[in-house]
């Protein structure tokens, strides 16, 4: 069944030699439709507000209430994304892995012409978003009917022109855990096993969620030097259990750089700062995992792109290596996270 994918990472224009992988981030959305998450605001006041283009006189209320305009949760201009990931290659970048699975709009063939205008390699991922956006056909499908779906995306490629993803995921989960995102999550291992594909997960918002994430996906044969674990800065509060985590083996994705406010409506009561994703960085290379580290922005919403005041998809290069230096990491150590890292997780492993 597997087509000698192992030995290679695999974009939307087809299979690259890891050499060629470069600098990267592994968790971005160059497209997006997320209109799933918004919430028309109550308030008659802010009504209109809600759909309204981003201009400058509304900037600070779309930053603060980033899922109560229309117009800001979706990243659907070709142009636009052109614009943003030429910033991304100017500043360095050569790989990115657009993490929009089925639910939040892929756009594979937007996605080969994007690759193609810019340089930039696209790795795009295959499987589901969370339960609330699964497609109905995910609660009657057995899990070795979704492995078949998943592992289809990887080997025979989607749309017309037979687009491959090359890696599983974002694979949404919820907290708690939903009945068809675990078998969406079995499903995943077992298309891994049959394809050696790397896994991406985007956990529940609870500090126990990857760990149960983690267990489901090696119960059913998924490697955890194969996965790697999203959004560990808004997931894991404290540094111990970050410490603790890190023993499962699993890669660990800060990938939210660049949310910088102190309020984030998801994570009401907790949402760290850049200073404070760096700490656990460096507390987790100062604990031995600097293998394990891989980073991201995981820009979702056109506010965090420089066209509409946002850092854009280069901030982690031109920011954050600088602040990294500062702060002790060695040129080694950065090295590992944008680039060998990165190389290992996303070639695929032999089955
Ligand atoms: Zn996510």
Known sequence: MNKALDGFAHTVLGPISPENIGMASTHEHILIDFLCMFQEPQELSQRNLAFQKITIQNLNWVRYNMWNNHDNLQLTEED????????FKKAGGSTMVDATTIGINRNPEALVRISAAT?????????????????PEVETKTVSELTIQITN?????????????????????SWPLTKNERKILQAS?????????PILIHPGRNEKAPLEILNILENEGASPDQI??????RTFEKIESV????????????????WETSYYPLSPTYIPTDAKRLEFMKELIDNGFSEKLVIGQDIFSKHRLTKYGGQGYSHIIKNIIPRMKDEGFTDKTIQLIFIDNP?????????
Do not use: W
């Not at 790697?228 to 800065?233: A, E, F, L, Y």
């Open 80 to 87: 636009t994304a052109i614009e943003e990931i030429n910033l």
């Open 189 to 197: 291992a077992q298309a891994q096993n049959k394809t050696g594909a």
């Open 153 to 173: 995306e990887i080997l025979e490629g989607v749309s017309p022109m037979k687009i491959k993803a090359g890696i599983i995921g974002e694979i949404g989960c």
């Open 343 to 351: 190389k290992r997780i996303l070639t695929f492993s032999p089955i």
């Open 243 to 258: 410490l603790q985590f890190a023993q499962k083996g699993s890669y660990l994705e800060y990938d939210l750089f660049g």
């Open 119 to 135: 340089g930039i390699n696209i790795i795009m991922g295959a499987g589901y978003y969370v339960d609330s956006v699964h497609p």
């Open 228 to 233: 790697i674990m999203s959004h560990m800065d």
